[in-house]
């Protein structure tokens, strides 16, 4: 027994060099892409004008990021987006998303590729026992500005079903629990709920749903109370995600709401792209870890006082994304989350993130919504 657990051991931190060694050249491309006067995007060759360096030599690793710089929230909000677009990808359809921001001026990311790139990623995750090849799709959430809508309906296409939509506005919903109309807010839940199970009962042959647990919530509920259930529906496999997927959540809807169908969760938004989660359930108290799809995103979880100084395993932290596609580099950004240092995992070997949740230093002006 010990033998294997050292043998495990071992091939666990072989993966976790051979991780680090593919994120540090791949840094080095990424790099090299974006500070490259042919190649890279207006904001990053201004940015290199003010420096007395030059990036594309003397960062060569993950580790040397830093030298950038924190990468700053405001630079996302407001024009001319045009500044974001990197001349090597010159004349190719651009899409500009916003992210899942609720008031003010929204932060923006162009992209071109990355969104397909993401979701095909991801797609390999899925078991194909629960999301079958070939099925349709069920997506109750926002599309509009966001991404989040083509991804998935591109993840539907690329297995090879169809998506249908019920939309909803994040940002209508945040007013109304601002205003405390709780009537109009359960009003508005309850439309796009009612809107759901339509398509549900419509011979789609829906098999496959993305939505928020709080949507997931009152779909089980509605469908409970019209004598029936999310797996009786047709619905097999479940994609999730939002701030409010908490252990003690999981239990519930894995015990009570889901009949046997299974669900994923997954924390990620507009600029990192997906972060999937190990395997949660009995064995592990339902707790959830997530990884980031590195090398195209890393997260760290940082000292809440000191930004460059990592967490030890175990202990809380502020969540700090870098994002390194050849579409958007974005090093070091200090996200309104906060969490856990995960260990590496044998499918992942690199560090996750559990306990996600809204940092402390904003919590109590943030109001969370539909997610």
Not at 64 to 74: A, K, M, S, V, Y
Not at 114 to 121: G, S
Not at 306 to 320: A, T
Request: aromatic residues 12%; charged residues 25%.
């Amino acid at each position: 027994m010990q033998i294997a657990q050292l043998n495990s051991s071992t091939e666990l931190q072989s993966r976790v060099q051979a991780a680090r060694e593919e994120l540090d050249a791949w840094v080095r491309q990424v790099v090299a892409w974006h500070f490259d006067p042919a190649t890279g995007c207006p904001f990053w060759l201004d940015y290199a004008k003010k420096l007395d360096w030059d990036p594309r030599r003397e960062i060569q690793s993950f580790a040397d990021l830093p030298r950038l710089g924190l990468f700053e929230d405001e630079w996302l909000r407001g024009g001319p987006v045009e500044r974001w677009i990197p001349r090597g990808l010159a004349g190719k359809p651009v899409y500009v998303f916003e992210t899942g921001g609720t008031t003010g001026i929204p932060k923006t990311r162009i992209n071109c590729e990355d969104f397909r790139i993401d979701y095909e990623r991801f797609s390999e995750t899925l078991p194909d026992e629960y999301f079958p090849k070939g099925s349709n799709w069920l997506m109750l959430g926002p599309s509009g500005p966001r991404r989040l809508r083509l991804g998935v309906e591109h993840l539907a296409q690329y297995r090879g079903g169809t998506c249908f939509f019920v939309d909803f506005d994040p940002r209508w919903v945040i007013k109304l629990i601002k205003k405390g109309w709780s009537e109009h807010l359960q009003a508005y839940k309850d439309h796009v709920v009612e809107q759901g199970i339509t398509l549900l009962q419509a011979n789609h042959d829906i098999r496959c749903l993305w939505a928020t647990p709080k949507l997931i919530d009152a779909l089980a509920l509605k469908l409970e109370s019209m004598g029936t259930t999310i797996r009786k529906a047709g619905i097999t496999g479940i994609f999730a995600g939002g701030t409010e997927f908490t252990p003690q959540w999981n239990r519930f809807a894995q015990e009570e709401l889901l009949d046997g169908a299974y669900m994923t969760p997954t924390y990620g938004n507009t600029v990192m792209g997906l972060a999937v989660s190990a395997p949660s359930g009995p064995h592990n108290n339902y707790k959830i870890t997530y990884y980031a799809p590195q090398p195209r995103a890393v997260i760290e979880i940082v000292d809440f006082d000191d930004p460059h100084r990592l967490v030890n395993y175990g202990e809380s932290g502020r969540i700090k994304i870098t994002t390194l596609t050849k579409e958007f580099l974005m090093p070091g950004f200090l996200e309104r989350d906060e969490g856990e240092r995960e260990p590496p995992y044998a499918r992942y070997p690199w560090d996750g993130v559990s306990g996600v949740r809204p940092y402390r230093g904003t919590a109590a002006t943030t109001v969370v919504g539909v997610y």
